[in-house]
Every structure is written in structure tokens, then in C-alpha cells.
């Protein structure tokens, strides 16, 4: 999920206070690939977090063994540059001749239309383990795990 959206539904849901998922800078401190989040009540984990997300969003889980059997006519309909900027990777084609997709993020509707304007296909999203998304990229695409895309932290104002 975008940010916003991860620090909106965390809050709704009661699991996570605003401070709990921004850092004193501002950077963002909490997301799916993160270790789980300590509190009070028990831990955030990444499971926890992705069934939540998929069921919000009304999309399935993917299935972990999902991503270890691809199809790579399948790997081939979407460009490494997409895959790798959006952390996502697809799956196979459901009855419709829509494409699954494996995402960490399967709120980011931009994702969603670069994957569909890339490969010619509606996007059908799954909700997916950064540590299964990583795995996939690395063995389909060559994408080291080190690669993925770095979040930036906004400039900070210097008083002069």
C-alpha cells in the first residue's frame, strides 16, 4: 500500500497509531517487507498484515507455492523494469485470460495500470509476502534482493 493508505487502514484497524508507522523525520517507518511491529497487545506480522490487506481490498491471498512455478511465457508478459519498481510478479492467467499478479503493494492503483498498460491484460492482484515477491524476483528476473527501490526521506529545511 501507498503510505498513506498503509498508515490510514493500520489506524482504522486499529493496530497501529499514527506514530507507531512515521518516524520523528517523517520518513515512513512501517511497510509490508518491514519485520513485524512490537505492541503492547502482541506483534504486527507480515502474514497478519498481508490477510488484512487482502481482505479489505477483497482479493485473494497468493499462495506461497504459487510464485515457485511460473510459467516463464507468463514472467515474460510483464518487463523486469515493472516487476522490479513495483515489487510485483505475475502469476499465470486466470479463465478470463486475466493476468495474476503477486503484489507486496496491491493497493497502488498506479501499479495496477502500468502492469496492465506493459502487458495488454487486466490486472488481477493478489496480495503477496515481500520475502515471496523478493524470492520470485531474484529466480525470475535476476533482481538481487539488495535492488529493490530505496524510499527517500523528504529534504529537511536548514535554517541558515
Known amino acids: 500500500m501507498s503510505t498513506h493508505n498503509l498508515h490510514s487502514f493500520h489506524r482504522s484497524e486499529g493496530r497501529v497509531s499514527p506514530t507507531r508507522?512515521?518516524?520523528?523525520?517523517?520518513?515512513?517507518?512501517?511497510?509490508?517487507?518491514?519485520?513485524?511491529?512490537?505492541?503492547?497487545?502482541?506483534?504486527?506480522?507480515?502474514?497478519?498484515?498481508?490477510?488484512?490487506?487482502?481482505?479489505?481490498?477483497?482479493?485473494?491471498?497468493?499462495?506461497?507455492?504459487?510464485?515457485?512455478?511460473?510459467?516463464?511465457?507468463?514472467?515474460?508478459?510483464?518487463?523486469?523494469?515493472?516487476?522490479?519498481?513495483?515489487?510485483?510478479?505475475?502469476?499465470?492467467?486466470?479463465?478470463?485470460?486475466?493476468?495474476?499478479?503477486?503484489?507486496?503493494?496491491?493497493?497502488?492503483?498506479?501499479?495496477?495500470?502500468e502492469i496492465e498498460f506493459f502487458s495488454g491484460r487486466r490486472a488481477m492482484r493478489e496480495a503477496a509476502s515481500a520475502d515471496d515477491v523478493a524470492e520470485a524476483l531474484e529466480r525470475y528476473y535476476g533482481i538481487a534482493r539488495d535492488r529493490r527501490p530505496q524510499v527517500m526521506a523528504p529534504p529537511r529545511l536548514v535554517r541558515i
Not at 519498481?85 to 485470460?97: F, T
Open 21 to 113: 508507522i512515521f518516524s520523528d523525520d517523517g520518513a515512513f517507518s512501517g511497510a509490508l517487507e518491514a519485520p513485524p511491529i512490537d505492541l503492547a497487545e502482541g506483534s504486527l506480522d507480515e502474514d497478519a498484515t498481508r490477510w488484512d490487506v487482502a481482505n479489505a481490498l477483497r482479493i485473494p491471498l497468493c499462495v506461497r507455492g504459487s510464485l515457485a512455478r511460473v510459467d516463464l511465457n507468463v514472467i515474460a508478459m510483464l518487463p523486469w523494469e515493472v516487476a522490479a519498481e513495483y515489487r510485483v510478479v505475475p502469476i499465470g492467467l486466470d479463465a478470463d485470460g486475466d493476468l495474476r499478479v503477486a503484489m507486496v503493494d496491491p493497493a497502488n492503483t498506479l501499479a495496477v495500470h
